[in-house]
């Protein structure tokens, strides 16, 4: 049986979120666990032992090996599961029941609203061979509908995180997929012009977490210098940002290439392996840099 965790996942903006849960509590209390990478192309997530762990052969999952096996699938599930048994000092989930109600409605506000329908715009637009276009205007407005429940949401008094005025596992779920509104969906901040402040959730993720969360420790040489040059490129791009975006200030400009550097990244962590790697982070960052719209 052994103890620690698996984590069963890939670096999507689902499969994100245990691993990233995993991570701080790992730092807060060197919480064990140990990666299992599913190969998507070999459908691995279809396997008959995967499908003994989650049912719905989907990731994450994860089983814990310190509670007698247990599975757990459905990545909401999986942070309240997480904070509920390895988060005795409540640091990504509140103790007080209001504000334990408040990231519960806003981990059901991304599992039933902003995942799945981001998932299916970004389906319909990106991965679909036949385009259909009711069919993406359908998903790509709720985006901008949910999109503009959670800038309203953030705008009123200044909050910084999604709940409880602190960082929770409520910013943990919706994480992966706002660094990946463009990216994955071709969704644009732009649309929210009066105050953007979702680029606020970001920098509360240190680039040492998601590199380690998604493997990116095998980062060669090249494609670090790649990286490295690529973020400078996004802060120039940034520092002149004031009149491009409308009057945002030089700090909001910053803040959005810094997103703008994360969502790539945590796209090409998908295709981390090797020299592949450093061909693809190399290509998608400086497109991204060149693309996209702060
Ligand atoms: N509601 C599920 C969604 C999980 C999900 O859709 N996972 C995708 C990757 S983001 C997946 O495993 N896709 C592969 C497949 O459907 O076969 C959750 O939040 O855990």
């Known amino acids: 049986m052994g103890s620690g965790i698996t984590l069963y996942t890939v670096g999507t ?4 979120k245990a691993s990233i849960a995993l991570e701080e509590l790992k730092e807060h209390y060197n919480l064990e666990y140990k990666h299992y990478a599913i190969d ?40 309240l599961y997480l904070v509920e048994h390895y988060d005795p000092e409540h640091v990504l989930f509140p103790e007080e029941a209001n504000e334990k109600s408040e990231v519960i409605q806003w981990i059901m ?21 036949e385009k259909v276009p009711f069919a993406i205007d359908r998903f790509k407005d709720e985006c901008h509908r949910l999109y503009a429940v959670l800038e309203k949401h953030l705008s009123s008094g200044g ?35 009066h105050e953007i402040n979702l680029p606020l959730l970001f920098p509360t993720y240190t680039l040492p977490n998601i590199m380690r969360t998604h ?5 060669s040489i ?24 409308q009057g945002l200030s030089t700090a909001q400009s910053t803040a959005i290439a810094t997103v703008a550097f994360k969502e790539v990244l945590s796209t090409v962590s998908i295709f981390a392996n090797g020299f592949m790697f450093t061909l693809f982070s190399a290509a998608l960052l400086s497109i991204a840099v060149v693309a996209i719209p702060i």
């Open 40 to 79: 998507f192309d070999k459908n691995e997530q279809k396997a008959e032992w995967f499908l003994k762990i989650n049912p719905n052969g989907k990731i994450p999952a994860i089983v814990d090996h310190n509670r007698g096996d247990f599975a757990v699938f459905e990545s909401g599930a999986i942070l």
């Open 222 to 245: 090249g494609s670090f210098v790649t990286l490295t040059c690529v973020l400078l490129g996004a802060v120039a791009v940034s520092a002149s940002g004031p009149q491009r975006n």
């Open 159 to 193: 909050r910084k995180y999604i709940a409880a005025d602190r960082f929770t596992i409520a910013d943990i779920c919706s994480f992966g997929w706002i660094a990946g509104h463009y990216v994955y969906t071709g969704l644009t901040l732009k649309d929210y012009p």
């Open 215 to 219: 493997g990116l420790f095998v980062l």
């Open 109 to 129: 506000w991304q599992m039933a609203g902003l995942g799945p329908m981001q998932a299916q715009a970004t389906y319909f637009s990106k991965f679909a061979t």
């Open 13 to 16: 903006p689902n499969g994100q």
